[in-house]
């Protein structure tokens, strides 16, 4: 049977074209140096091709006017070159925009860009949905639905400037839909996409997996020799809280979670979203500074984004302020996020929610056990 790009069965009849951007640089080249052997094109066109994937792209193999048309013709027939279809886009007062893209599957995935100065971040998603069901986010309460591919994880940041070229993302944070670490093959090779150089060359250190803590994959993600950065969604300082919000710390527990980013090279973010009256007291405070000292973490305090987080409302200010205090009294370094894109609904998987209602989860395990995809 011939898969699709999203992993499903093609129709009968249906010719499947290679999708080049589901590759790494080494092997796309690679393979476009073989297909340009057997039409008798030189070698050389293959960076000149490749260029026009991810560095400045274009959105169909015709557009490439530097190459004779005659090529563009033969590159048409046998590759594809897929776009996320922009099903929705929102624009905050504060600059931030929020896109909905519709796969070819009809699945719908989230991307945030948020400007800063000379910085644009994009938020990014690696799932459509999330299996891991945390307490008070919007994605969990979807269910999960499927992996993500290469290309529709990097393809995201080629969307966006395919949509405006004059928007090119400085720094890349993997916290929209889903969990990277449970798509560990795809988004490895999206990784390599959104850093190399002849692709869309965003620094290592600019680029953030955002993590509950899968144990197999923060060990994967170390073993990278770039510096890609690592957070670790907390959320909460003890085990049996932590528990109650994030029912995967039954399979990876916060002690083991503690232990990998203890020993992870590179300097590790905890994110902390601050729940009113649950995760916010002194003695929360107290805990977590000892935890982020063990592993000479900073700490990265968000407020709660309320549109869709069943149940839980955010601290007030003043709370978040002495919180923020307590962490810094005992040398925690210690950021609080401001909540962007509050007016469109910016917060994981929060526009989704919005433009289908809920929907029971599509996979859900019979005990209730998170396991890996
Ligand atoms: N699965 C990964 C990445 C996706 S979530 C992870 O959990 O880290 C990215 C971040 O958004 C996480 O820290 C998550 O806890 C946070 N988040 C989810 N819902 C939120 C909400 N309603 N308000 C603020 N942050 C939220």
Known sequence: ?????????????????????????????????????EHGEPSYRAAQIFRRLWEFPVDSFDAITELPKILREQLTSSFMLPRLELATRQTSTDGTQKFLFRLTDGQLIETVSIPDGDRLTVCISSQAGCALQCAFCATGAMGFQRNLTPSEIAGQVRELRL??????????????????????????????????????????????????????????????????????????????????????????????????ARVFDRRVTFEYVLLGGVNDQAEH??????????????????????????????????????????????????????????????ACGQLRTERLGRRLPVVRDEDGHVHEA
């Open 1 to 37: 049977m011939i898969a699709m790009p999203d992993g499903t069965a093609a129709p009968p009849g249906a010719v499947v074209k290679e999708n080049l951007l589901d590759l790494d640089p080494e092997t796309a080249l690679a393979r476009l140096r073989s297909w340009l052997a």
């Open 163 to 260: 949509l405006a070229s004059s928007s090119v993302a400085t720094n890349i944070v993997f916290m929209g839909m889903g969990e990277p670490l449970m798509n560990w093959s795809a988004v490895s090779v999206a990784l390599t996409l959104l850093n190399d150089a002849r692709a869309l060359g965003i620094g290592a250190r600019h680029i953030t997996i955002s993590t509950v803590g899968i144990l197999p994959g923060i060990v994967a993600l170390a073993a990278r020799p770039e510096q890609f950065r690592l957070a670790i969604s907390v959320h909460a300082p003890s085990e049996a809280l932590r528990h109650t919000l994030m029912p995967v710390n039954t399979k990876y527990p916060l002690a083991d979670v503690i232990d990998a």
């Open 285 to 346: 405070a107290a805990q977590l500074a000892a935890l982020a000292r063990e592993c000479r973490a900073f700490v990265n305090l968000i407020p709660l984004h309320p549109g869709g987080s069943m149940g839980f409302s955010p601290s007030s200010p003043a709370v978040i302020a002495s919180f923020a205090r307590a962490l810094r009294a005992r040398n925690v370094e210690t950021a609080v996020r401001r909540s962007r894109g509050l007016d469109i609904a910016a």
